[in-house]
């Protein structure tokens, strides 16, 4: 069908959003790979950074949908790296800032007060099962 002439058509990138992108900042390949095999056929491209200094360098590059922080991590811990984040999101973003969620082993009270005061949003005991990372995917970036 031909549009008439006064009706404006949208461009076609306007048809299909962007896949929304996710960070899983994780050390350890095993855990990568179990993220990786959940996210499976999901509508998402999955980022991996190695530890919290590269998180924080592709953050200040990239702009994520989502960001899964492990805790302990070489070079940069998920504490320190999502405090720089957040300090590096203030001083340079407007908006919202990227959602953060912590994967730890070490889920007491204690732990998850941590998270929340370096700027986590959420924390998430590994391991994580896939019901229960689906579901924080759903509550932070919508259905997926």
């Not at 991590?73 to 953060?100: H, K, Q, S």
Request: proline letters at 8%; glycine letters at 4%; charged letters at 25%.
């Amino acid at each position: 069908m031909i549009a008439p002439d006064n009706v404006a058509i949208p461009p076609l990138e306007n048809h299909n959003p962007p896949m929304p992108t996710i960070l899983l900042v994780e050390d350890s390949e095993e855990n990568r790979m179990v993220f990786e095999a959940f996210l499976m056929g999901i509508h998402c491209q999955l980022e991996i950074a190695k530890d919290g200094l590269e998180a924080v360098n592709k953050c200040k590059k990239y702009k994520f949908e989502l960001i899964f922080m492990d805790l302990q991590m070489p070079v940069m811990d998920g504490i320190e790296a999502t405090r720089l984040i957040r300090a590096w999101e203030e001083e340079n973003r407007t908006g919202n800032p990227t959602p953060i969620v912590a994967l730890t082993a070490h889920s007491s009270g204690e732990e998850v007060d941590k998270c929340l005061q370096a700027g986590c949003n959420h924390v998430l005991a590994k391991p994580v099962p896939r019901h229960l990372l689906m579901r924080t995917l759903h509550f932070w970036m919508g259905q997926p």
